[in-house]
């Protein structure tokens, strides 16, 4: 079974510039999730998606940050214009259960540096 | 709200020594406890995970306890390999409604030396 796909792996842009991160989950996972890890500290939740619907978008800086899941299959996540602060590792997770409390597998994410 | 708090790292043995990462947490409810690994360059993978309190999630040698009179969930391992190196992220979900996110602590950087 393919796991969660994510690309690019790597991404370097200067501040005030756009860039867009892609996740492929893994096949039949109705949860979908996008995590922010800055260097030193643990992944934090930025949407979550059920389907193509979001369950859960409290912590995303909206004024910069979009997602979306068309389908309820591949996401993007989006930032615009980038800060300096949003160097960090953004994590795709997908999740088999309608209903939670399943096993959240990750994806090897996408390393984003701002200059 | 949710937090988890581990131990800080980085955490330096010799192969085959006992290795002990602390965990404790703060929850409403009943949460669901986990351990994630995190290997150079890899995306985090699920070690162990325990739901209700006693319950003791093992896997490849590593186990930990959810003891909730002392909201914790340490991480042991008895003989440590060079191949544990690695991050490990202590972490809870809540339990029922709709939103399962993985509240996580801060990683404990283990390194294993031969």
């Known amino acids: 079974e393919a796991g969660v796909a994510q690309s690019p792996r790597y991404k370097i842009i200067e501040k005030r510039q756009s860039v867009a991160f892609w996740c492929n989950p893994i096949s039949g996972h109705a949860?979908?999730?996008?995590?922010?890890?800055?260097?030193?500290?643990?992944?934090?939740?930025?949407?979550?998606?059920?389907?193509?619907?979001?369950?859960?978008?409290?912590?995303?800086?909206?004024?910069?940050?979009?997602?979306?899941?068309?389908?309820?299959?591949?996401?993007?996540?989006?930032?615009?214009?980038?800060?300096?602060?949003?160097?960090?590792?953004?994590?795709?997770?997908?999740?088999?259960?309608?209903?939670?409390?399943?096993?959240?597998?990750?994806?090897?994410?996408?390393?984003?540096?701002?200059? | 709200g949710n937090s988890v708090t581990q131990m800080e790292g980085p955490v330096t043995l010799s192969e085959e020594a006992f290795l002990t990462i602390n965990c404790t947490y703060t929850a409403t409810g009943y949460p669901s406890l986990f351990w994630y690994v995190q290997y150079p360059g890899e995306g985090l993978q699920l070690l162990l995970k325990a739901t209700k309190a006693d319950d003791k999630g093992s896997n490849k040698g590593f186990e930990a306890t959810y003891r909730k009179e002392t909201t914790s969930f340490h991480l042991e391992k008895g003989s440590v390999q060079v191949s544990d190196s690695a991050?490990?992220?202590?972490?809870?979900?809540?339990?029922?409604?709709?939103?399962?996110?993985?509240t996580f602590g801060k990683g404990t950087l283990l390194t294993v030396n031969p």
Do not use: H, M
Request: some cysteine.
């Open chain 1, 31 to 115: 949860t979908l999730y996008w995590y922010q890890q800055i260097l030193g500290q643990g992944p934090k939740l930025l949407i979550q998606f059920q389907n193509n619907g979001v369950v859960d978008d409290s912590q995303l800086p909206k004024d910069r940050f979009s997602a979306e899941r068309l389908k309820g299959v591949d996401s993007t996540l989006k930032i615009q214009p980038a800060k300096l602060e949003d160097s960090a590792v953004y994590l795709c997770a997908s999740e088999l259960s309608r209903t939670g409390g399943e096993t959240q597998y990750f994806g090897p994410g996408t390393r984003l540096l701002v200059l």
């Open chain 2, 87 to 102: 991050v490990y992220f202590c972490a809870l979900r809540n339990s029922g409604g709709s939103n399962y996110k993985l």
